[in-house]
């Protein structure tokens, strides 16, 4: 009983990262396309539907556990040359703030004096 439990949790996560892998493979190939054919505007046009469903997805579920919402910037391009991000959702619980998580980079970082 407990080889077969082992057998499933191994091919569960085998599975899992065969997917991840190939959906982070396409990802970037569809990445590339967009941007040859389409230059920055189609990478903006594109991006701009699947940042803003991601960034809502964040916001929903800080709500749904009663987070305090700080900021929200649901998509933003021209910012992301100067710290890498695109959207992101600041939050705290009453555990932690989203910002005491380490290398957490889906929002721009402040030093504190």
Not at 41 to 60: D, W
Request: with cysteine.
């Amino acid at each position: 009983m407990n080889f077969t439990i082992l057998f499933i949790s191994v091919e569960f996560i085998t599975v899992t990262f065969a997917f991840g892998l190939l959906y982070k493979l396409i990802g970037q190939r569809v990445t590339v396309y967009i941007q040859r054919n389409f230059g920055w505007a189609g990478y903006c046009v594109f991006g701009s539907v699947g940042v803003t469903y991601h960034e809502l997805s964040h916001l929903i579920t800080a709500v749904l556990f009663r987070h305090k919402i700080t900021e929200v910037r649901l998509f933003r391009p021209f910012q992301r040359k100067a710290d890498g991000t695109l959207g992101y959702v600041n939050h705290s619980s009453w555990i932690f703030t989203a910002r005491t998580l380490p290398n957490y980079k889906s929002q721009p970082c402040e030093e504190s004096g």
